[in-house]
């Protein structure tokens, strides 16, 4: 069950951790380059500011963003601020996320996300906890997917599992962490693919940020996912 209160504290506590560690950056490491292709540090601390104010948007019943276009251009606008405005900017827009967040309303009503995705509102926090996470990880200062909070991983790996499930290009597949499993891919009788890992390795692999080179499979070769 979704407890929109708790993941809003953990998006806190996620975003306390990000903000700490990029204080201890400096200018010049702001513009170098991030774990994500064609993006600096700079390029990701901006997106994740945006993307709060983004989900303000939403709440508040307004499109997410303008347009896919809108949405890029704010990003490569802001992404070459120094490390004082970029901390500050994504202090202030989590505040803005947290104060509407705390206004009395529906969760179980539905919202509509970027590219006509919709969702419960109280999914919604979970969301930006994954945003908070994955780009803390992207940004190569230090935390890795082992990092990450235990209930995070798993969670994480629940809603990426099932979006992947019944995917055409995806063979039917079962991952396991040998403590847990989940399901995957084309709908069959039985899976045709068992994907064997730790579970930091598995997230990665799901979320696109590892190569899958530490799973191991059986019956047949590792899966090929497409994009998220």
Same mark, same amino acid.
């Given at each position: 069950?979704?407890?929109?209160?708790?993941?809003?504290?953990?998006?806190?506590?996620?975003?306390?951790?990000?903000?700490?560690?990029?204080?201890? /950056?400096?200018?010049?490491?702001?513009?170098?380059?991030?774990?994500?292709?064609?993006?600096?540090?700079?390029?990701?601390?901006?997106?994740?500011?945006?993307?709060?104010?983004? /989900?303000?948007?939403?709440?508040?019943?307004?499109?997410?963003?303008?347009?896919?276009?809108?949405?890029?251009?704010?990003?490569?606008?802001?992404?070459?601020?120094?490390?004082?405005?970029?901390?500050?900017?994504?202090?202030?827009?989590?505040?803005?996320?947290?104060?509407?967040?705390?206004?009395?309303?529906?969760?179980?009503?539905?919202?509509?996300?970027?590219?006509?995705?919709?969702?419960?509102?109280?999914?919604?926090? %979970?969301?930006?906890?994954?945003?908070?996470?994955?780009?803390?990880?992207?940004?190569?200062?230090?935390?890795?997917?082992?990092?990450? @909070?235990?209930? %995070?991983?798993?969670? !994480?790996?629940?809603?990426?599992?099932?979006?992947?499930?019944?995917? @055409?290009?995806?063979?039917?597949?079962?991952?396991?962490?040998?403590?847990?499993?989940?399901?995957?891919?084309?709908?069959?009788?039985?899976? !045709?693919?068992?994907?064997?890992?730790?579970?930091?390795?598995?997230?990665?692999?799901?979320?696109?940020?590892? !190569?899958?080179?530490?799973?191991?499979?059986?019956?047949?070769?590792? @899966?090929?996912?497409?994009?998220?």
């Amino acid at each position: 069950m979704i407890d929109h209160a708790r993941d809003l504290a953990s998006v806190r506590d996620a975003t306390e951790r990000l903000l700490t560690a990029v204080g201890k /950056l400096d200018n010049a490491s702001v513009t170098e380059s991030s774990r994500l292709p064609g993006w600096t540090r700079g390029h990701v601390l901006a997106h994740l500011a945006r993307n709060a104010d983004a /989900l303000v948007n939403v709440f508040e019943g307004r499109p997410m963003y303008l347009s896919g276009e809108a949405r890029d251009a704010d990003i490569e606008r802001d992404a070459p601020r120094p490390l004082d405005v970029q901390v500050t900017d994504v202090r202030e827009s989590a505040a803005r996320f947290q104060d509407v967040s705390a206004v009395p309303a529906d969760w179980s009503r539905t919202v509509e996300l970027r590219n006509g995705i919709t969702d419960t509102a109280s999914r919604v926090p %979970f969301r930006r906890w994954v945003e908070v996470e994955l780009h803390h990880v992207d940004l190569g200062i230090g935390y890795e997917l082992e990092d990450l @909070p235990a209930e %995070f991983t798993e969670r !994480e790996t629940d809603f990426l599992a099932a979006r992947f499930a019944g995917h @055409p290009d995806v063979p039917p597949t079962r991952l396991t962490d040998g403590t847990r499993a989940w399901s995957t891919g084309r709908e069959a009788s039985a899976p !045709e693919v068992t994907v064997t890992g730790r579970p930091a390795d598995l997230l990665g692999w799901l979320a696109g940020r590892r !190569e899958g080179t530490a799973l191991s499979a059986e019956g047949g070769p590792l @899966p090929s996912l497409p994009p998220l």
